[in-house]
C-alpha cells in the first residue's frame, strides 16, 4: 500500500502564507489597474463625445430634411395635398425610421412642417421701419405648437375656411418688438395685387427657448434685424420676424410669394452615445447626406428636390481631431506604467525562484523533470493570481461606469497569465541542468551573455526607430512603437548602467579595504557580490529606471500643459485682468476699477485698429501712458521694455517713438515709417521691436505701441482709454465688473485660464495622466523594496554574526544603508539623466496644444520642456525609500534575538 502523499499546492500555501498573500495583493493591484485603464479612457471619451453633441447649437445638430416647393409642376391641388398636415407627418414618422443607431432622435426636440423660404413684406405703415423699410415675415406652419408653449395670451391658431385669411400666432419677444397683439391684422402679398390676410390670436412663451423645437431656426422666436444688402453694413435695414401658423394651414402659403418648402427637422439625443459610436455615426450621416439613405429619403417625401444637411458631421470630425491628439501622449503614461508593472510582476516569480533555489536544486537531483515542476509552480501560482486578478476586475468594473467589458477582462487576464508565468518560466531557466552546488553570479564579476547582448541591441534598435519616428511625425500617427519611445529610451538605459555598475564597485573595493573601519568594506562588498540575475540586478534597476524615466516625462508634460494653459490665458488678457470697450470707456471708469479689492495698478490703452502705414499696409496702434504700460509689460514678461524708450522728443518735434512687432521692424528695417491718420502722415520712429506686447497679444497684424500723450499731440487726435490692463492678485471678478458697467467686457486671467480645462476630453485625460504616473511611480517604488526584501534573510543573519564580533547598532545600520545605496544612486542618478535625455530626444516631436487647450484656435504649438522639479522628486524618493528600506531592516534586526540566525548557519 503506497503511502499518502500531500498535495504540492496545498501543502506550498501552508508552508508561506506571508508570501502567497502578497503576490495576491499584487496582482490584484495590477489587474484592478490594467481593467480600469480602458474604462477610464472610454468614460472621458464618451463624456466628451456627449458633451460635443449637447453643447452643439441646435442649428448645428440637426439633421435638416428639406424639399424645395413640394409637388413643383403639379397642378395646385396636388400641391396643396402634399403640403398637409397628416401627410408631412407621415414623411416625418417614415425618415424618422431610415435614421440607424446610434443616431438617437429627441423627439420633443424635433419639428416638422412647411415655411416660406421668400420674406414677405407687410403693408401695415404702424410696423416698426427703420431707415423707411417695410417690416417682412416668413410663415411657418409647425406642427405640436401647443406642446411646446408654457403660456398663451389669446389662443392658438386654427385653419379657417376663407381661403386668403390665415390665423397665426407670435412669441413674446416677436409681439414685443413687432409691436403685435391679439387682433393685430397684417396683409401680406400673394402674388401680384392680391394679398392674403393674416391675424394674430395669441402670443405664446416657449418652454425651452434655446432647445430644438424653438432653436433650430431662431426666426420662429426672435426677430431680426436686417440689411437689404448683407454685405453692406452701412444698406438700408429691415425687421424680419416669424408667424406660426397652424399646421393644417400650409397649403395657404402655395399662394403667396413665398416659395414654401417642406422641412423636417431631427434633433439628436446623444446621452448615451460612446466613442465606440463615432465611425458607425459618421457612416450614418454620410449615408444620409449623399448616399442610399438620401435615396430613401426621397421616396419617403415624395420629392426628387429633397436634400438632407447636418452640422454634426464637422463637430464629430473636430472631437475625433481632438481625441486623436490626446490619445498618443496619454498612452505614453499607460505604456510606461504597464512596463513597470510587468517588471515587478516579473520580479516577484525571479524572487521567489532565487528563495526556493535549494528546493527546485533538491527536486532536480532527485529526478524531478522540469515540465513536472513548472506544472506544479504553474498550478500553484494560479491558486493565487486568477482569484486575484478576477477581483480586480471586478472591483474595476464596479467603479467605473464606462466602457465595454472585454478590454477589462482582457487587461485583468493577461496579468494573470503573467504572474502564473513568472515563477514557472525563473524556475525553468535557473534549473534547466542538475548542479552539484549553485553557482556564484555576483555582479560585480558577472559576464553577460550573447543572447542577452542580443537581446539588448534589439531593444536599442527599436528605441533608436521610436525616436525617429517620434521626432519625424510627431504623436498624430498612434502606433505603439512610437509612444513606448520614452519606455524604450529608459529600458536601453538601464541596460547601459547595468554593464556600467560593476567597473565602479570593483575599482573602488581596493581603495575602501585600505581605510580604517570594515563598514565601509564590508558594504561595498555586499553590494558587488549581489546576484547579477534578473530577479536581484536586472530587473529591479529596469524597473525603477523605467519608472523614473515616465515620471519625469510624465512631470514635465503636466507642467508643459500648465505653462501652455497659463501663456494661453495670458495671452487672451494681457494682464491680470482686462476691461475693454469697442469705443472709447465712460469718464470715471478707470478710478472705480482702481477701486476694486486686488487691483494694485492700472494701464490704460487706446486702441485703433483701423490706421495703415504709408505703404498701405494695416497696423494696429496702442496709445498708451507709457509709464505704467513699462511696469506691466515687466509684471507679464510680455515684451518689456525700458520706459524712456516711448518718451517723446524734446519739444514735440520729429518722429513719434514707437514700439514695433518684429514682423513690422524688418519690413521698415532703417526704423523709419509714416501712419495715416485722420488723411495726415505721421512720421514714426521705431525705438524698439518686441515680438508681442500685452495690449495686443492675441493680434496676429502688425502693431505699434506710442506714447499715447505724444501720439495725440502729433496727431491732433484724442486717446481717450479703451480699454483697461489690471495688475493684481486675486483680483475680484464680480467687483470688477460692477465696477465697470453694464456693456463693457471684462476678462480676468484666472477665468480665462479655467476656460482650458472645461472640455472633459481634457480634463479627463489629465487625470488618467496623473493616475497612470502614479501607478507607475508606485510599482517602482515596491520593485526597489522587493529587491531589497529579497536579501533580508542574508541582511539580518549577517548582523547577527557581526554583532557576536562587537559590530554597533549604529554600524549596523551604516551598514545596511551603504550596502543598498549603490543601486539607489544608481537609479537615481541614471533615472534623472534618462528622462531629461528622454525628454530632450523626444520634445521635437510631442505637441502639447491639443491636450492642453480646449480651443484650438488659441494653440500655438506647445512644445515640451524639461521640468526640474520632475526630474528631482522622484530621484529623491528612491533614495529616501532606500535609505528608509534599509534602516528599517537595521532596527528590526536589533530588536529580535540572534539565537535564531546564528543557529540557521550557512544556509541562511
Known sequence: MAAPTAPWVRTR???????????????????????????????????????TVAELPPHRAVLAVTTAEPGIGRPDSERAQLLREDVVRDAFRTVHGLLPAPFEVDAHASSYGVRSTNALAADETWLPRPDRRPARFQLYAQGALAGHATEVTGRLPRKVAAASEVEAAV??????????????????????????TVRITGVVTPDDPAGGYWGIDTLLRTPELKHEDPRDPESPRYWLAGLILPPDAAPVLLQTDGKPEQYLQYLPDGSDLTASDLPRLRGMLANMTAGQGLLKAREATNAPYTFI???????????????????????????????VACIVLLMAGGLGADRRRGEFALLRSRGASLKGIAGRLGAESAVVAVPAAALGCFLAVRTTDHGTLPPAVLGAAAVAVLACAALPVRALFAHRTVRMQAERDDVATARPSARRTVAELTVLVLAIGAIVALRRRGTGEGDSLVALAPVLVGVVAAFLLVRLYPLPLRRLTGPMSRLRGAVGYLSLARAGRAQAGAGTAVLPLLALLTALTTAAFGGSVLAGIDAARDRAALLATGADARVALSQPLPDG??????????????????????????????VSVAAVDRAAYARLSRHTGLGAFPVDALAPVAGGKGPVPALASSSLARRFPDGRLTLQVNGQELPVRIAAVRPTTPALADDERDFLVMDAAGFGRASGTTTDPSALLLTGDAIDGAALRKAAG???????????????VDSPLQSGATDVYVSAVAAGAGFAVLALMLSLARATPERL??????????????????????????????????????????????????????????????????????DPLSLAVPAVCVLGVAVGVASLQAWWAGRRGSVKELRAGESA
Open 589 to 618: 471708469t478707470a478710478a472705480r476699477v482702481k477701486a476694486v479689492p486686488g487691483v494694485r495698478d492700472v494701464a490704460p490703452v487706446a486702441l485703433r485698429t483701423d490706421l495703415r502705414t504709408g505703404t498701405g499696409r494695416q
Open 309 to 339: 444637411a447636418s452640422g454634426l458631421g464637422d463637430a464629430l470630425t473636430s472631437y475625433d481631431r481632438l481625441r486623436s491628439g490626446i490619445s498618443p501622449v496619454v498612452s505614453v503614461a499607460a505604456y510606461g506604467t504597464a512596463t
Open 742 to 756: 453694464s456693456g463693457v467686457v471684462v476678462q480676468t486671467l484666472a477665468a480665462e485660464r479655467a476656460r482650458y
Open 13 to 51: 500555501l501552508r508552508t508561506a502564507p506571508g508570501a502567497a498573500a502578497a503576490l495576491g495583493v499584487l496582482v490584484l493591484l495590477a489587474a484592478f489597474l490594467a481593467a480600469a485603464f480602458p474604462r477610464a479612457v472610454a468614460g472621458y471619451e464618451d463624456d466628451g463625445l456627449r458633451r
Open 171 to 196: 412669441t413674446g419677444p416677436v409681439a414685443e418688438r413687432m409691436r403685435l397683439k391679439p387682433g393685430s391684422v397684417l396683409h401680406l402679398p400673394a402674388g401680384g395685387e392680391k394679398r392674403i
Open 797 to 866: 543573519a549577517l548582523l547577527a554574526r557581526l554583532r557576536t564580533l562587537g559590530l554597533t547598532r549604529r554600524q549596523g545600520r551604516r551598514l545596511l544603508i551603504l550596502e543598498a545605496l549603490p543601486q539607489a544612486l544608481l537609479a537615481a542618478a541614471g533615472g534623472t539623466l534618462t528622462g531629461w535625455a528622454a525628454i530632450r530626444l523626444l520634445a521635437p516631436g510631442l505637441d502639447l496644444s491639443t491636450l492642453a487647450l480646449a480651443d484650438a484656435r488659441s494653440a500655438a504649438v506647445s512644445r515640451l520642456t524639461t
